[in-house]
């Protein structure tokens, strides 16, 4: 059974910074590509980030390219997103997912992965 459990959400200040972490058991960690998912109240779930099997390629939403850093740790079979300057229109549950991985790349669309966390909530006050 495949578990994607996040966690570090809070709630912070505007310009303070969190890293939250997904933590996956369940199927074999380096045979997937990884994403951040964030989807705020009324809004759809919209791509954040996503990494490559093997971490050489991300890719960043224009929302969040040069405030966020996605990164993993294969041997730990964690997913990590470093946030900083958040903004208030950063506030959105965050969801972890994984696809299998499909050669060096990665997307960031909901249809392209297969299993998915509970979320974490992210609250930016500013």
């Known amino acids: 059974q495949v578990r994607m459990v996040e966690s570090g959400g809070r709630l912070v200040e505007a310009g303070e910074s969190l890293r939250l972490s997904c933590i996956v058991s369940?199927?074999?960690?380096?045979?997937?590509?990884l994403a951040w998912f964030r989807q705020a109240p009324g809004r759809e779930r919209e791509g954040v980030s996503c990494?490559?099997?093997?971490?050489?390629?991300?890719y960043y939403a224009d929302s969040v390219k040069g405030r966020f850093t996605i990164a993993r740790d294969n041997d730990k079979n964690t997913l990590y997103l470093e946030m900083n300057s958040l903004k208030p229109e950063d506030t959105a549950m965050y969801y972890c997912?994984?696809?299998?991985?499909?050669?060096?790349?990665?997307?960031?669309?909901?249809?392209?992965?297969?299993?998915w966390g509970q979320g974490t909530q992210v609250t930016v006050s500013s």
């Open positions: 997912a994984a696809a299998p991985s499909n050669g060096v790349g990665c997307g960031l669309t909901t249809l392209e992965y297969d299993y």
């Open positions: 369940g199927l074999n960690f380096a045979d997937y590509g």
């Open positions: 990494i490559s099997w093997s971490g050489a390629n991300t």
